[in-house]
């Protein structure tokens, strides 16, 4: 009965692999979010779908790549990783007229080796 | 760009104490949000400010919103040791654009 999920929890790997990341929520929400979280813990957005489409993309490399195949789910794709991508990232909903109440899910901490 | 400076970035209380963290923006803000990350969790919305000179109360929680919608404050009265963690304010300067997250303020307290 999560509201917000992703998986994996935690992701160690080396510079150069691809890895996704993949988020579903089933609040029934219209909006979905990646966001990503350094070590200072700045939190940072990287994009935003409404209804399977793009609508926020924020200055991340080409080799970030979310992908929408329905309005439950959001996953995150990343090509070639450096070693600056470790990270947490964060998968978030939130309905379309409250698009500011944000419900986020537990985060997946990625360390590129 | 738009950015959302928020202070201090860390404080250190007794429990007991209050504890108040502001956030500051250089132009007008359509709204501001604020959430709560514990250590190790992920960040929980705790409410929205829309109108100029708003004040809400949540317990021992008091959100301001600033006259001239450029400033926020999030003050705690009595601390508890539940009140750890990070505070974030969250500011959009539309209803429709994405919000810009403060880097937080990082609350931690001796028993």
């Known amino acids: 009965d999560t509201a917000v999920s992703q998986t994996p929890k935690y992701l160690v790997t080396q510079m150069g692999n691809d890895k996704s990341i993949k988020c579903e929520q089933n609040?029934?929400?219209?909006?979905m979010y990646w966001y990503k979280q350094d070590s200072k813990k700045f939190l940072k957005i990287m994009f935003s779908?409404?209804?399977?489409?793009?609508?926020i993309n924020e200055t991340v490399p080409n080799r970030f790549s979310p992908k929408s195949p329905d309005k439950a789910h959001l996953n995150l794709h990343i090509n070639s990783l450096e070693l600056g991508d470790s990270a947490v990232y964060f998968c978030?909903?939130?309905?379309?007229?409250?698009?500011?109440?944000?419900?986020f899910g537990p985060g997946t901490r990625l360390t590129v080796t | 760009g738009q950015q959302v400076m928020q202070i201090p970035q860390y404080q250190h209380v007794q429990e007991g104490e209050d504890f108040t963290t502001y956030c500051n923006s250089s132009?007008?803000?359509?709204?501001i949000q604020w959430y709560k990350q514990r250590p190790g969790g992920h960040p929980v919305f705790l409410i929205q400010?829309?109108?100029?000179?708003e004040v809400k109360k949540q317990k021992r929680l008091t959100f301001q919103f600033g006259e001239a919608k450029k400033n926020s404050s999030l003050h705690i009265t009595a601390t508890q040791t539940t009140d750890v963690g990070t505070y974030f304010c969250?500011?959009?300067?539309?209803?429709?654009?994405?919000?810009?997250f403060g880097s937080g303020t990082r609350l931690s307290i001796r028993p």
């Open positions: 779908y409404n209804n399977k489409e793009l609508i």
């Open positions: 132009t007008t803000l359509s709204n």
């Open positions: 978030a909903s939130s309905q379309l007229d409250r698009a500011h109440e944000q419900y």
């Open positions: 609040l029934g929400h219209d909006t």
């Open positions: 969250a500011g959009s300067y539309s209803s429709a654009s994405k919000i810009i």
């Open positions: 400010l829309v109108k100029s000179g």
